[in-house]
């Protein structure tokens, strides 16, 4: 299931407010329970989103599928979702509670696109230039986009560097139309 801009920025609510409730000590007990409950929970979705289910007998899906594996304060926040009919987030706000985890461990999260693929010494370097931009420890996801025709397109937090054939094509397009 694809998700909308808009699902994306309310998953990254609940996680903040999860992370919120649960604190820095518990995040990474936490973060950990999400993402092994998105993953137990990813057969059941279809029924704890069908409308006709009863909210009752979504929470004791949760509850007997969960048993034993996730602490009672990630239960309820499970439960919210399910409450809320925003149980589909589930993934996403795993995903970004991670992300915050990391960044308050001083981790940043980065996706580099390139137009071929990168040998590990590139990806190192790579590493190396953002984790001096930002100050901090990266995460880097490489990945292969024959789209881009040449270069690489780095995302790291709000930023984008852009520095594919493609990127300076349209730049040189702009420059010429204006």
Do not use: N
């Not at 994306?8 to 919120?20: D, E, G, P, T, V």
Request: include cysteine; glycine fraction near 8%; charged fraction near 30%.
């Amino acid at each position: 299931m694809s998700l909308t801009l808009s699902d994306r920025s309310l998953a990254r609510r609940y996680a903040r407010a999860f992370y919120a409730r649960v604190g820095r000590e518990g995040a990474a007990q936490a973060a950990g329970e999400l993402a092994a409950a998105a993953r137990t929970l990813a057969g059941t979705a279809g029924t704890l989103r069908h409308p006709r289910v009863t909210l009752e007998a979504k929470k004791r899906l949760l509850r007997e599928s969960l048993q034993g594996s996730v602490s009672e304060g990630t239960l309820r926040f499970l439960e919210l979702l399910v409450d809320k009919k925003r149980f589909e987030l589930l993934a996403a706000v795993a995903e970004d509670f991670a992300r915050l985890c990391d960044e308050e461990r001083g981790i940043l999260h980065a996706c580099a696109r390139s137009a071929a693929a990168l040998d590990p010494g590139q990806t190192e370097a790579l590493k190396a230039r953002l984790k001096r931009f930002f100050g901090k420890e990266i995460a880097l996801e490489v990945r292969v986009d024959p789209e881009l025709i040449g270069g690489a397109v780095v995302r790291a937090g709000d930023w984008v560097f852009d520095a594919s054939l493609q990127g300076e094509l349209s730049r040189l397009r702009e420059r010429l139309a204006g």
